[in-house]
């Protein structure tokens, strides 16, 4: 069974960089069956598709954040990380990392999710 | 972009009877590329119907999930008390984005 755990800090203060780490068990990064992403859900609004990876290292990223955005892969460790700069306090959500199927593009396994808060 | 328009906002039903979820797409979705999920409080969403209309492991029956084109449908036969949650639609094809979820709610 695939297991997928946000870890970082919680608290992050305007126009710094917001930093996550997903660690995988359970299943390897490197299938090449697979994408490995970032979602995020502002508090009590809907879902929001940030980015992916492929282990090889090819990114891709929803338009309105690819400027601030850096998604990158550590096969060795398995795990991604996400970096998010300049931030501002609607970038406050509860961060998601998950795994997406290369196939048909959809979600099948999801991290329990990780609140990070922009505020100084 | 491809916009997805989910309606109603909320749904207000009782135990046992059917809910029809409505997901609207701003352009044609190729149904291999649309997906429904559940999501609860406090838990992350979980996928329930991918390519328009193939159940994920695990979900029952009474989800069923229709649609072509701009229009795609997620039905729950029969509520049970464990289905009252918020729906998200996700597509993938002009880039990939989820709708603005439907809640279901007790009525």
């Known amino acids: 069974q695939v297991q997928l755990q946000e870890s970082g800090p919680g608290l992050v203060k305007p126009s710094q960089t917001l930093s996550l780490t997903c660690t995988v068990s359970?299943?390897?990064?490197?299938?090449?069956?697979?994408?490995w992403s970032w979602i995020r859900q502002p508090p009590g609004k809907g879902l929001e598709w940030i980015g992916y990876?492929?282990?090889?290292?090819?990114?891709y990223y929803n338009p309105s954040l690819k400027s601030r955005v850096t998604i990158s892969v550590d096969t060795s460790k398995n795990q991604f990380s996400l970096k998010l700069s300049s931030v501002t306090a609607a970038d406050t959500a509860v961060y998601y990392c998950?795994?997406?199927?290369?196939?048909?593009?959809?979600?099948?396994?999801w991290g329990q999710g990780t609140l990070v808060t922009v505020s100084s | 972009e491809i916009v997805l328009t989910q309606s109603p906002g909320t749904l207000s039903l009782s135990p046992g009877e059917r809910a029809t979820l409505s997901c609207r797409a701003s352009?044609?979705?190729?149904?291999?590329?649309l997906a429904w999920y559940q999501q609860k409080p406090g838990q992350a969403p979980r996928l329930l119907i991918y390519g328009a209309s193939s159940r994920a492991t695990g979900i029952p029956d009474r989800f069923s999930g229709s649609g072509s084109g701009t229009d795609f449908t997620l039905t729950i036969s029969r509520l049970e008390p464990e289905d009252f949650a918020v729906y998200y639609c996700q597509q993938y094809g002009r880039g990939l984005t989820f709708g603005g979820g439907t809640k279901v709610e007790i009525k």
């Open positions: 998950a795994r997406v199927t290369s196939y048909f593009y959809y979600f099948d396994y």
């Open positions: 352009q044609s979705v190729s149904s291999s590329y």
């Open positions: 359970g299943g390897s990064i490197s299938s090449g069956d697979y994408y």
């Open positions: 990876i492929y282990y090889s290292g090819s990114t």
